[in-house]
């Protein structure tokens, strides 16, 4: 009995005696909260989690908490790091407008005139005479940050920008207006969005509130895993 029970210890080497690990400790969840960027890579996650349960949040990155979660996903690195942080995968910001605009290409600097509102018609960037419509997301979402620090230099949107509260509601706004243009995520864009602009290739992040162990470790593995 004590031999079987010191090869058990080394194949597994997370035991300390030959006790079992009590059924309430393992079937506690995994608690996550994530931003609406990083809703793609959800399904990784349930996957890599298996059977255990997985409690999951959507909330803004201003908002995330480390303290009271396992772990929390965003795309790009917060301005003020100071927690561990695991790349699980990368992500495109995209500039987008209606597929049936003429506009099949924009340049930094038009970009950065038509979401300053610099640049109010289509026509001054070669397509028709009818108005510019801007749809942001608003300033405290990660994809809004990320835009605005690489394609605006951290200047403002224009004040007559309208706001989409999240991917989907910038998806279809873009889609039902030839005149609109606005910011969306690569893994959100569908034949409904035409691409203009490429604004910046950023990291998807896991992050932890403290050094991962256990469950959480092991799930922060298996996300990298399937990169």
Not at 51 to 77: S, Y
Not at 167 to 175: F, L, Y
Request: aromatic share 6%; hydrophobic share 45%; charged share 15%.
């Amino acid at each position: 009995m004590k031999r079987a029970c010191a090869i058990t210890i080394l194949a597994c080497s997370l035991m300390v005696s030959c006790s079992s690990v009590p059924p309430t400790a393992e079937a506690e969840p995994l608690t996550v909260q994530y931003t609406a960027a990083s809703v793609p890579w959800l399904a990784e996650l349930y996957t890599c989690a298996g059977a255990k349960v997985v409690n999951a949040e959507q909330r803004g990155p201003d908002f995330i908490d480390l303290q009271t979660v396992d772990m929390a996903l965003r795309i790009g690195q917060p301005e003020h790091l100071t927690t561990p942080a695991y790349q699980i995968g990368s992500e495109e910001i995209l500039v987008i407008v209606n597929p049936q605009n003429a506009i099949n290409g924009l340049t930094a600097e038009e970009v950065r005139g038509l979401f300053r509102g610099q640049i109010l018609n289509w026509q001054e960037v070669g397509g028709s005479s009818d108005p510019v419509q801007v749809w942001v997301f608003a300033a405290g979402e990660d994809v809004q940050q990320i835009f605005e620090k690489s394609a605006l230099d951290g200047s403002p949107v224009t004040s007559t920008a309208r706001l989409a509260t999240d991917m989907e509601e910038m998806s279809q706004a873009i889609a039902a207006d030839v005149n609109a243009v606005g910011i969306l995520t690569r893994h959100w864009k569908t034949v409904n969005q035409a691409e203009v602009f490429t604004v910046a290739s950023v990291p998807v992040l896991a992050l932890t509130g403290e050094q991962p162990q256990g469950a959480v470790e092991g799930m922060l593995a298996c996300l990298q895993k399937e990169r």
